[in-house]
């Protein structure tokens, strides 16, 4: 029997080690950015942690953008290849910046990548479905499958290594790295491009007109400028965050009005599933915010007594525990299908929210453990990164899965990138609340900071999951009535179309 491998299409091939490279990439930066603003640019706690919100924020909301205008204007393969060379020229960038400690270019380069981000995060998953006839469509959710896989390979390694080569080569070193390898992709986009193209949609396979080009390019200025403005002035760029999310919530609700009865009322539970999300998400948002800091003050330099981490590679763990778990946890639920239970999405969230309250429990509990050295066991992190992992991979897409049941198709595209809606506004939310953790600089952790930072603040936030388990379990009764009552009411519009004329 021939291996899954040998069934991927070319293009296919080429997309997942494309995900690769990105992930190295990407995260490669990402998980130097902490240290970077701390020690090189002399950032405080609380700045660092609103940059780090900032930018796992900006990419999110302005995907949605980035996908409007891959549908509408340049084409999905255009989006992928523009976006990667401009992330190419971010990270070249972002290393001449920290060769020279320069920070308005330092700035622009995280502007430049978030920019990136916005406008090729959703195309490739385009190109990658059109990669596959239309009879194979098991054989793309496979293909999704290994892309995750492959994605979170590439993360963990670069979480792991490239904290290590900072001693070498600086931190300069790490971000020419990053360069190569998304100049890496960038060529092999070019040697197949015409093969790309080809599962590329519509816009991909015609000339784009010069006028637009040109609107593209001024459009493209004016989004850089404000991403960059939104990380030069962080105290008023989150408002700027939470105006975008909310104008992108309001007008879902306007469309709910414009709906036939039936979708108002399944739209009505898109919202509350909404609400769910940002809440999931902000406990989610934790990893690269508190979670961080605190690893990065306290996490000792030795995993399982013997292996050797740096503080700053904590998030590592996420991507590594992801990779691991990802088949057993796609084993219970097809042994729970077996059983003939099939629990609800708003369900499984609840589920998700117990496994963070046990995460933030295990952190406040870490916080009673500190050595004489004034360190924490690596391993406590390791297990609560375990937990959050088991989190994420029960909730997946799922919320977006959702919602595209529950809106008409004229705003199905517009719905689903809801979801990385509500990923940007609990980002936000998750930096602006951890900065009431931030020390100042050269702060001596006494047993007493320790206690009354750390431990109440994880506290806090394992009983705010746990709360929220049994809030979204009552709502999740509600979501099934309105779903109900939405398909009742499909049922008698469809009746009363298909109903003979006496």
Avoid at 51 to 65: E, K, Q
Avoid at 310 to 330: D, M, T, Y
Wanted: charged letters at 10%; one cysteine or more.
């Amino acid at each position: 029997m021939p291996s899954f491998a040998s069934k991927l299409p070319t293009t296919a091939r080429i997309l997942i080690l494309r995900q690769f490279l990105w992930g190295a990439a990407f995260y490669g930066v990402y998980v130097l950015l902490t240290k970077y603003f701390l020690n090189e640019l002399n950032y405080s706690e609380a700045d660092t942690i609103m940059m780090l919100g900032a930018f796992g924020a900006v990419g999110p909301v302005f995907s949605a953008v980035g996908g409007f205008v891959a549908d509408r204007y340049i084409g999905a393969f255009r989006a992928v290849y523009i976006g990667y060379t401009m992330y190419a020229v971010g990270f070249l960038m972002l290393g001449i910046g920290a060769s020279t400690l320069n920070i308005p270019m330092s700035i622009f380069s995280i502007a430049l990548i978030g920019y990136s981000r916005g406008l090729s995060a959703t195309c490739p998953t385009v190109l990658l479905g059109n990669s596959f006839p239309a009879d194979k469509r098991e054989d793309f959710q496979e293909g999704l499958t290994v892309n995750y896989s492959i994605n979170n390979l590439g993360s963990f390694l670069a979480h792991y290594l490239f904290p290590f080569f900072v001693a070498y080569i600086a931190y300069q070193g790490n971000f020419y790295i990053s360069f190569a390898l998304m100049t890496c992709n960038v060529i092999m986009f070019w040697i197949f491009r015409k093969q790309l193209t080809a599962v590329g949609n519509e816009i991909d396979q015609r000339p784009v007109s010069a006028k637009v080009w040109v609107l593209f390019a001024l459009g493209s200025a004016a989004m850089l400028g404000l991403v960059f403005w939104v990380f030069d002035n962080l105290s008023e760029g989150k408002y700027l965050l939470y105006t975008l999310g909310g104008c992108a919530i309001l007008y879902f609700i306007t469309q709910i009005f414009k709906a036939s009865p039936a979708y108002k009322y399944k739209m009505c539970s898109v919202l509350i599933m909404l609400f769910i999300m940002i809440c999931f998400y902000f406990g989610y948002g934790q990893m690269a915010t508190s979670m961080n800091i605190y690893a990065i003050n306290l996490m000792g330099d030795r995993l399982l007594g013997f292996i050797p981490i740096l503080p700053e590679a904590n998030s590592a763990f996420n991507p590594l525990w992801c990779f691991v778990l990802g088949a057993p946890v796609i084993f219970v639920y097809s042994w729970l299908d077996k059983k003939g239970y099939s629990p609800s999405i708003p369900t499984k969230f609840a589920g998700a929210f117990i496994f963070s309250a046990i995460a933030f429990g295990l952190l406040a509990l870490s916080t009673q453990f500190v050595s004489e050295e004034g360190k924490i066991s690596a391993d406590w992190v390791m297990m609560v990164h375990f937990f959050q992992a088991i989190a994420e991979l029960i909730v997946g897409a799922l919320g977006a899965g959702f919602i595209l049941e529950m809106v008409p198709k004229s705003v199905s595209a517009f719905a689903v990138g809801l979801r990385a809606v509500t990923l940007s506004l609990s980002g936000i939310l998750a930096a602006v609340i951890s900065t009431k953790i931030a020390l100042p600089k050269d702060v001596e952790l006494t047993s007493e900071i320790i206690n009354g930072v750390y431990t109440g603040y994880f506290t806090n936030l394992a009983l705010a999951a746990v709360g929220m388990a049994f809030v979204t379990l009552f709502l999740s009764k509600i979501i099934a009535r309105l779903v109900a009552k939405g398909e009742e009411l499909e049922q008698q519009e469809t009746g009363m179309q298909t109903a003979p004329v006496v």
